[in-house]
């Protein structure tokens, strides 16, 4: 089992940055696939980004390729995500989860058992 905890949401205006992380809990991180989902306002759960357990694998939602970037530190335990050229239609609670690699990679919400608490991001036009 493992535990998530997001930090790095903020308030930012449009065309800016911030930068996510998801600090987790055990010795096992590397067993993990790792993907951060946001949820908007009024607007169910989506995927935005997921990277394998070595980092070498990058997967991305149509929406934010090019301007967000996924990776992780395996011996901080930890995952990021690089957000720039954010958009209003960015703004949402950002949430990091994990899934067992064994299963490989997902953009199912119902595929990833382990789950952060959310983290917000705002962004203003």
């Known amino acids: 089992q493992v535990q998530l905890v997001e930090s790095g949401g903020g308030l930012v205006q449009a065309g800016g940055s911030l930068r996510l992380s998801c600090a987790a809990s055990?010795?096992?991180?590397?067993?993990?696939?790792m993907g951060w989902f946001r949820r908007a306002p009024g607007k169910e759960r989506e995927f935005v980004a997921a990277v394998n357990w070595s980092g070498s694998v990058t997967y991305y939602a149509d929406s934010v390729k090019g301007r967000f970037t996924v990776s992780r530190d395996n011996a901080k335990n930890t995952v990021y995500l690089q957000m720039n050229s954010l958009k209003p239609e960015d703004t949402a609670v950002y949430y990091c989860?994990?899934?067992?690699?064994?299963?490989?990679?997902?953009?199912?919400?119902?595929?990833?058992?382990?789950w952060g608490q959310g983290t917000q991001v705002t962004v203003s036009s």
């Open positions: 055990g010795r096992t991180f590397i067993s993990y696939t």
């Open positions: 989860a994990a899934r067992l690699s064994y299963y490989g990679n997902s953009y199912e919400v119902a595929d990833y058992p382990y």
